[in-house]
């Protein structure tokens, strides 16, 4: 099968190598880490060699989201089993970036494409005791080279949508066969459980964590990233913030052309925009320019310095890669984007952690049952169109008690469902454990 997906992965690059090259020269993209994804030249763990016998976890997560995904597993790690040497791989630009400034004291690197002497290579270099992939990574080569090594395989805050699942039903006798070879998968829900079991997993390997986004998020607005960066931006205390996340394109300029409007009746009314993809951060910051309101910008701003901020803004542009979380908690009313363009949301748990007053729109097929979970309990809105976007948040401005009673409702939901790092780090802990009984080679 090696040789027959080579062939289609080869043709596939072929194929959108003309696009990449354009946003290569265009955007700066996929300029790096080209070795480790056609070569496996990955980045190997200090002072490994053959002889040691150390334990290695090999943590892969896509991009951004995926990489704060499994930054508690990580720390839990670095607490409970200090000797392990952790590896993080992503596939991104903005991934390697936000990896290499997260896990600066670990070994990180770009992952390997599927071909199958790239991944080969990569686990040689690697030579984990333990592979977790992060939410959904079914790659058949790189599953089959770390399978044949008898190293244990888990996915972790695994979810299935309704549409990848069809996807992978066209193709059922590859997906059974990947999904053979994995030993533990932790489900976000019951529901992605049964994807899994319906797509062919075995369902004792398949077990409902929950969603591991509950416990990453922050609730504690006095942390010190969070309080420095107000201090930074000279926030006081009747400042209200409206902080717009994880935007695509159109909803800056929906964004911009509603808090126009919104701050003719709300003067204190402060916006932030942050833009999903880093490509997209001067267009955005023309768009800002063209409202003729006073704004700040990031990237120009001296932060950490001792000089006093201008305080004078109304709208700040935050072009920064793996920041969000902290902007979130400077927040008193949210829209999460994604959500009104064709990207199926983004993540809505971080800022209803923080007890921002939420609202996102109909688009949120990526996080179905967290959208569920928050609407039941009353503690975010969902609209179904962007003609809703003023209203609902002049209406909460208008009405301080009505937003008080969400934001406490958003702080006990997001509180209530915590405890999915628990119970996916004592999986993974016995799949270690498992792995050092047997002692088997790491070699091939």
């Given at each position: ?9 080869g ?6 190598s ?23 030249e990955?980045?190997r ?18 991009s ?15 607490r409970?089993?200090?000797s ?24 990180v ?30 790659w ?48 976000q ?16 390997r ?22 420095r960066?107000?201090?930074?931006l ?15 394109s ?11 409007r ?11 925009l942050?833009?999903r ?6 267009e ?11 704004w ?19 709208i ?14 400077l927040a ?7 959500s ?14 923080y007890?921002?007053v ?20 009353q ?31 958003a ?34």
């Open positions: 099968m090696a040789w027959l997906l080579n062939a289609i992965y043709l596939l690059l072929i194929l959108v003309p696009w990449i090259l354009w946003r290569r020269v265009a955007q700066g993209r996929y300029r790096r880490g080209w070795r480790a994804k056609l070569w496996g990955v980045v763990p200090p002072s490994l060699d053959s002889t040691d016998k150390a334990e290695v976890i090999w943590f892969h997560a896509v951004v989201g995926e990489l704060q995904v499994i930054r508690p597993l990580i720390e839990v790690a670095q409970e089993r200090p392990t040497r952790i590896v993080i791989t992503t596939s991104t630009d903005s991934g390697y970036e936000l990896a290499c400034k997260l896990y600066a004291q670990h070994t690197s770009f992952a390997p494409l599927d071909f199958s002497w790239a991944v080969q290579r990569a686990v040689d270099r690697i030579q984990p005791t333990l592979l977790v992939l992060a939410e959904l990574e079914l058949p080569n790189w599953i089959n080279a770390v399978h044949c090594r008898g190293i244990p395989i888990a996915v972790i805050n695994a979810r299935l949508s309704a549409a990848s699942q069809k996807g992978y039903q066209r193709v059922g006798w590859i997906s059974r066969a990947i999904l053979y070879r994995i030993d533990w998968i932790g489900a829900s019951e529901t992605y459980r049964q994807r899994f079991v319906e797509l062919g997993s075995d369902p004792e398949v077990v409902v964590t929950g969603n591991i986004k509950f416990d990453g998020a922050s609730p504690d607005r006095s942390h010190p990233e969070v309080e960066r107000r201090g930074e000279g926030l006081c205390r009747e400042d209200i913030v409206w902080l717009c996340g994880s935007t695509q159109p909803e800056e300029g929906l964004c911009l052309e509603v808090y126009g919104l701050i003719q009746s709300h003067p204190n009314l402060k916006l932030m942050v833009p993809h880093a490509e997209r951060f001067d955005v910051a023309a768009a800002i320019a063209s409202t003729g309101l006073p700040l910008r990031r990237s120009q701003m001296t932060l950490g310095s001792d000089l006093p901020p201008n305080r004078d803004w109304k700040f542009l935050a072009d920064s890669v793996g920041e969000l979380r902290w902007w979130w908690g008193e009313i949210g829209f999460v984007g994604g009104f363009g064709s990207r199926g949301g983004q993540n809505m748990i971080e800022p209803c952690a007890g921002v939420t609202c996102f729109g109909p688009n949120t097929r990526n996080f179905v049952d967290v959208v569920q979970i928050l609407i039941e309990s503690a975010a809105e969902q609209l179904t169109r962007p003609e809703e976007l003023a209203p609902w948040i002049d209406g909460m401005l208008s009405h301080p008690t009505d937003a008080m009673a969400m934001s406490k409702r702080i006990e939901t997001v509180s209530s469902q915590r405890g999915a790092v628990h119970r996916t780090w004592s999986t993974l802990v016995k799949l270690l454990e498992s792995r050092s009984i047997h002692g088997q080679s790491l070699s091939p």
